[in-house]
């Protein structure tokens, strides 16, 4: 493999590549993080910083830059059936952003099917910012754009990367997003 198809230039002219964790077993214990890093992807300019503790000897391969058919994001429906278009209304706030661009229930699998569809050209990408990384894994928070009706939602959205490719949702809204595209979206919306 060529190191040129590894290593790229992006439009700021920052050098990048793609990296895929490694946990190196050492000794008899095991740190939860980093067994939870173990072969996940990352963009190498939005990537944990290793080592990440002390006793770290987790490293990064470099892999050829993955494309939407080497990724996929999953989003269970229940994001949207039993959370956000939750029948007992304990959600009122989160679902009266989707009821205002128009979403109802019946939208449920169309809303599921964008998110993850916006979520995988995102991440593949780069377009994310890094979260929390903990026993769970690395969390990452990926803007979503959805129009309905003329109007326009803009939320960040929040995902955990996972080994090969893989992210899946963990909240479909989260209070962290692009405060300049969210004020020209407000500005449309007007």
């Known amino acids: 493999m060529k190191l040129n198809n590894l290593i790229k230039e992006n439009k700021k002219g920052e050098i990048f590549s793609w990296l895929k964790c490694k946990h190196i077993q050492r000794g008899y214990t095991h740190c939860s993080e980093c067994l939870a890093l173990d072969k996940c992807w990352f963009y190498s300019l939005k990537s944990p910083q290793l080592p990440h503790h002390p006793n770290c000897h987790c490293l990064y391969n470099t892999i050829l830059p993955p494309t939407m058919k080497d990724c996929w994001a999953y989003m269970p429906i229940g994001k949207f059936l039993g959370y956000i278009f939750d029948e007992k209304g304990l959600l009122n706030g989160k ?96």
Not at 127 to 134: D, E, I, Q, V
């Open 95 to 190: 679902r009266k952003i989707f009821t205002n661009c128009g979403f109802t229930i019946k939208d449920c699998v169309y809303l599921k099917d964008e998110y993850e569809r916006q979520a995988i050209k995102a991440y593949v990408e780069g377009n994310y910012k890094l979260g929390t990384l903990n026993e769970n894994g690395q969390q990452i928070t990926i803007d979503i754009c959805i129009e309905n009706n003329g109007k326009i939602f803009y939320r960040g959205s929040g995902w955990m990367v996972r080994r090969n490719g893989l992210i899946t949702n963990n909240t479909p809204i989260t209070g962290a997003i692009h405060k300049e595209l969210e004020r020209k979206y407000e500005n449309e919306n007007r």
